[in-house]
Structure formats: structure tokens, C-alpha cells
């Protein structure tokens, strides 16, 4: 892989991701990077200072990249907040699919325990935009019952979950149409589950 003189950061960034949606995160280096570019083993510390520090940028343009991607979901989807918010749901799903260098970068163990100022700040934003559409979702009658923190994560564990099992081949769902599957999920999640249908211990104590 070439890269154009002066763009040595943007191709890091581009062969990283190559490398990660191949073969994974583990088998990403600085050094086999700089060979496939064809520069010296010392040329990418002049914008990344180590692996993780690249793996760092790539999570930030994950999460940024992912964001838009769920706003656009969330605007084609029309005004109903509910209908909006399985859309921001479904096109983070259709994002990691379709990005998984960028998914694995963000949600990668390393990459989290050393999260820099301006990645915090990222993924601040995408969890907001989530809390936003719960919100939203909530007052329009999505599990009203339900305060929005447990909503949050009940969301952030179906879309990270599904997205993850959906780009790891391993599992092998016997299915003909991801994409079908992932509706489905998705449709789970929100569609089918408006509200409770196992009553809480405070209404339990009540009827008793």
C-alpha cells in the first residue's frame, strides 16, 4: 500500500483499520505498519508515539463517524420519537458492521483503560446522543415506568452486544439475512418492549 507524500498520519490510520478489520487488534504494530507503507520503521512516531496511541485516534474517529452515522438514522426515520430512537439503535448496529476496525478500536479494552482527553469527550458524546433519544423515546411513551439510566444501559448493551456478535463470524448464526436479524434484534428491543411486562417488587408488596 502507497500512500500520497504528506498524508503519512491519514494512511497510518487507513492501513490500521485494514489490519485491524483482517486480522484484528492484536495483530496491529507501528513497525508492520511503516512496512507496508513503505516508509522507515521511525516514520510513524512523528504522529503516533505508540500502538495505542493510534488505536486511541481511530476509537475517537469510531465514536465521532458512528455518531453521525446515528443522526442520519434517526432523521430518515421520521418525527416519532420512539421510531427515531430504534433508528439511532439500528444504524450503530449497521456502523460496527460496516466499520469494524472502528468498532473493535472503541470498544477495545486497551484503548478504554487509556482514553485521552479528546476520546472521553467522543465517547461522551455518543452515549449523550443515546441518553437524548431515551429521553425522547421515554416521554412519548417508550417504558415510562423505567428510569432513563437503566434505559441507557438496557440500549448501550443491545446495540454493543448485537453489533458485536453480528461482526464476529465465530458465532455463526444460522440466518440468510443479517440485516433481517438485526431488525429483528432491534425491533426487540424497542418495538416489542414499550412497556413492562414483569411488575416491580414495590407493586408486588401492594398487591399482597
Known sequence: MAYHHGRLREALLERAADVIAERGVEALSLRALARD?????????AHFRDRRALLCELAKEGFQRSVDAMHAGAEAAGADPVVRYRALGRSYVQF?????SYFRAANHPEVLAHADKELRAARAAWVATLRKGVEEARASGWHPEVDVETLLAFSCAAAIGTA??????????DVDDVDALADSVLDLVVHRSRTSVVPNSRDERKVS
Open 164 to 173: 458485536q456478535l453480528l461482526i464476529d463470524s465465530a458465532w455463526g448464526f
Open 96 to 100: 460496527a458492521r460496516d466499520n469494524p
Open 37 to 45: 507503507l513503505g516508509v522507515s520503521h521511525a516514520a510513524p512516531a
